[in-house]
């Protein structure tokens, strides 16, 4: 399976219903990643990114479509299946934070390791290339704003995924911890990883290898 994309979506729809209302938050959206690629989506509000992104990650059942990981099917699986696939394949960061509560930095990085079956990342040269070996004993709610981000992707990279799938990573950082971040993306890239990335920041888009637009929706070409 090595020759397979690290991520792969085909016309992925996904349909919200709240009464009579329907909203069509996903119509048919189909890319792929390839392994050293860092892709950036940026679109408005509500065009979809987070409904996407939790599709893409086995959070949400898609309503139509299928998305691939490493070439093993993540849609419509039972939920082990797509725990399984999401602890050894895949760095989640989602809006909100993805840090269990009781444990410390340090605990939640171990546990990422613990639950994925392959050698995960150094965690000592993890959290210092995101700046915070400071803070690997502190608890979620000991954590700054830009800290909790940043620490959520310590957590998300702890495993050494083959595709990292982040949902506004930098929203919170100041301009200089967003450059070193984009830096991270750039050498997992370089490594063969895939990067990507859900963002508003013009600085995103611009270190992306690939821009994909996002409108009501559906991917423009
Ligand atoms: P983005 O992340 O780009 O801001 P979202 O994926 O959060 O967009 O939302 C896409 C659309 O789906 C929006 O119209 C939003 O209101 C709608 N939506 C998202 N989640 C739900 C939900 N659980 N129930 C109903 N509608 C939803
Ligand atoms: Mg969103």
């Not at 950036?40 to 509500?46: I, N, Q, T």
């Not at 996407?52 to 093993?72: A, H, K």
């Amino acid at each position: 399976m090595s020759s397979a994309a690290p991520l792969s979506a085909d016309r992925v729809y996904r349909f919200h219903r709240a009464g009579d209302e329907e909203t069509l938050a996903l119509q048919g959206v189909s890319f792929d990643l390839n392994p050293g690629e860092f892709v950036a989506v940026v679109g408005p509000s509500g065009s979809g990114k987070s409904t996407l992104f939790s599709c893409l990650t086995g959070l949400d059942e898609p309503s139509g479509g299928t998305v691939w990981i490493d070439g093993q099917r993540i849609s419509h699986q039972p939920e082990a299946l797509r725990a399984r696939l999401r602890a050894d394949h895949i760095g989640v960061v989602s809006q909100g934070s993805n840090l269990f509560t009781h444990l410390t930095l340090l605990g939640n990085m171990r546990l990422a390791q613990k639950l994925s079956s392959h050698p995960g990342a150094d965690i000592d040269e993890l959290l210092g290339s995101l700046g915070i070996q400071k803070r690997s004993h502190a608890y979620p709610s000991e954590l700054s704003g830009g800290e909790s981000a940043r620490a959520g992707l310590a957590v998300a990279l702890a495993n050494d995924p083959s595709v990292l799938i982040a949902d506004e990573p930098t929203g919170e950082l100041d301009e200089a911890t967003e450059a070193g971040i984009l830096e991270l993306f750039h050498d997992r890239a370089e490594r063969g990883k895939a990067v990507l990335i859900a963002s508003h920041s013009a600085a995103v888009r611009k270190a992306a290898d690939r821009v994909l637009s996002l409108e009501d929706g559906r991917l423009l070409s």
